[in-house]
């Protein structure tokens, strides 16, 4: 089955204990994206990957670091949480940008 | 930065009748419009898109039309249901990225 999958679903951490969330597609898509998600904000964009060992920031990228070292993964790491860092968090990945298919959430809670 | 604004930010019909949801974009260049449903708790899915070398896009109850001179594009939700009350996004191409509208919360109510 062709899916984007997150994990944890859910964390709740305490601020600056360093935390990653991974994301892995198993579509061969060369894009990958990493947004949150606000109340009133929408979807916003914090990184980005185009292919392996290329990424870029999106609107949001304070506070976070990406790597793409594999085709299939990318992970969001938060070197030093912060509470304003709380969120819903959403991979997504595209064959080329346009049509993003979504990973199911994680919702972190940075206390 | 923000290039997409959507109107209205919320929306209550009745079941069967139509809903509208616009969004306005800033860059003439931008040739690709998706729109996302987002249900309670779940994640966003693409319901329909359209690229600019067309006009409208139907599929049964959901349609896309897009105004290139204007620079808006539209979702229209024809005999509306209860299932369809969800948030909908839409999003217009920023480089080799998308940007998202904040999202209307539809309400379809019996």
Redesign the interface.
């Known amino acids: 089955e062709a899916q984007v999958t997150q994990n944890p679903r859910y964390l709740i951490t305490v601020t600056g204990k360093k935390l990653t969330v991974t994301c892995s597609q198993n579509m061969n898509h060369e ?1 990958m ?1 990493w ?1 949150r998600q606000d109340p ?6 914090i990184y ?1 990957s ?1 292919n392996v060992e290329v990424t ?1 920031k ?2 949001v990228p304070e506070g976070y670091k990406v790597s793409r070292k594999e085709k299939r993964n990318f992970p969001l790491i938060l070197e030093s949480p912060s509470p304003n860092q709380t969120s819903l968090y ?1 991979c997504a990945s595209s064959h080329q ?9 994680t919702r972190l809670t940075v206390l | 930065g923000e290039n997409v604004e959507q109107h209205p930010s919320t929306l209550s019909v009745q079941e069967g009748d139509s809903a509208v949801i616009k969004c306005t974009y800033s860059d003439s260049a931008s040739n690709y419009f998706p729109w996302y449903k987002q249900e309670l708790g779940k994640r966003p899915q693409l319901i329909i898109d359209i690229r600019s070398n067309v006009g409208e896009k139907k599929d049964q109850r959901i349609a896309v039309t897009l105004n290139k001179t204007a620079k808006h594009f539209s979702l229209h939700i024809t005999e509306t249901q209860p299932e369809d009350s969800a948030v909908y996004f839409c999003a217009a191409p920023r480089g080799y990225a998308l940007n998202f509208g904040k999202g209307t919360s539809l309400l379809v109510t019996p």
Do not use: N
């Not at chain 1, 009133?40 to 964009?45: A, E, I, V």
């Not at chain 1, 940008?97 to 959430?105: A, E, K, L, V």
């Open positions: 894009y994206s947004y009133g904000l929408g979807l916003r964009q980005y185009m870029d999106g609107d959403f940008w346009d049509t993003q298919y979504f990973g199911p959430g």
